[in-house]
Antibody, heavy 122, light 107 residues
Framework: EVQLVESGGGLVQPGGSLRLSCAAS????????MSWVRQAPGKGLEWVSV???????HYTDSVKDRFTISRDNSKNTLFLQMSSLRAEDTAIYYC????????????????WGQGTMVTVSS | DIQMTQSPSTLSASVGDRVTITCRAS??????LAWYQQKPGKAPNLLIY???SLERGVPSRFSGSGSGTEYTLSISSLQPDDVATYYC?????????FGGGTKVEIK
């Protein structure tokens, strides 16, 4: 079964750090575009970051220089290292797989995890 | 950055009604647009990509259309299971961006 399972969320103080994990099954993380998308409580969706199969990464401006997306191919797992956390980073964080269609890869998310909650508060 | 504006923000319709949601981009996105359905407490679910391509397993009552800066998601006959919030997303340029969402309710 194709599945993504996030972990690592929790309560952290402003300025603190946290590392989120996303374990994949049924497909290979390193062969796909993989993204993190977040959703603040009661709010809409916000894309955070992507890593391509070739290793190229992109970030939304508000997390640049604070968040780092990476993967461990041996564990088939995606990560999001978050530092200098702010109250506005409080959200459910989803990992998502980019669509692979007719040999091309797209930043459209066909598989999502269940999400992990990150709360930044003192 | 590309801004995505959805309307309406809330929609109430009867079972069997045709429902249409609009998404406008701040610049042309060349049909690189997707639609998602999100039910409370759940992750989003992909419905449509490339503006009008139906994702595998999605009921045929869902359809998408549009080009340039204006796109629509239609539900041909609203069902109780369609109660959810719907989001559009552009993937033409980074940063990727979503619309603010349209909450669909049954009247």
């Amino acid at each position: 079964e194709v599945q993504l399972v996030e972990s690592g969320g929790g309560l952290v103080q402003p300025g603190g750090s946290l590392r989120l994990s996303c374990a994949a099954s049924g497909f290979t993380v390193s062969s796909n575009y993989m993204s993190w998308v977040r959703q603040a409580p009661g709010k809409g969706l916000e894309w955070v970051s992507v890593i391509y199969s070739a290793g190229t990464t992109h970030y939304t401006d508000s997390v640049k220089d604070r968040f780092t997306i990476s993967r461990d191919n041996s564990k088939n797992t995606l990560f999001l290292q978050m530092s200098s956390l702010r109250a506005e980073d409080t959200a459910i964080y989803y990992c998502a797989r980019g669509l692979h269609d007719y040999g091309d890869y797209f930043d459209v998310f066909d598989i999502w995890g269940q999400g992990t909650m990150v709360t930044v508060s003192s | 950055d590309i801004q995505m504006t959805q309307s309406p923000s809330t929609l109430s319709a009867s079972v069997g009604d045709r429902v249409t949601i609009t998404c406008r981009a701040s610049q042309s996105i060349s049909s690189w647009l997707a639609w998602y359905q999100q039910k409370p407490g759940k992750a989003p679910n992909l419905l449509i990509y490339k503006a009008s391509s139906l994702e595998r397993g999605v009921p045929s009552r869902f359809s998408g259309s549009g080009s340039g800066t204006e796109y629509t998601l239609s539900i041909s006959s609203l069902q109780p299971d369609d109660v959810a919030t719907y989001y559009c997303q552009q993937y033409n340029h980074y940063p990727l961006s979503f619309g603010g969402g349209t909450k669909v309710e049954i009247k």
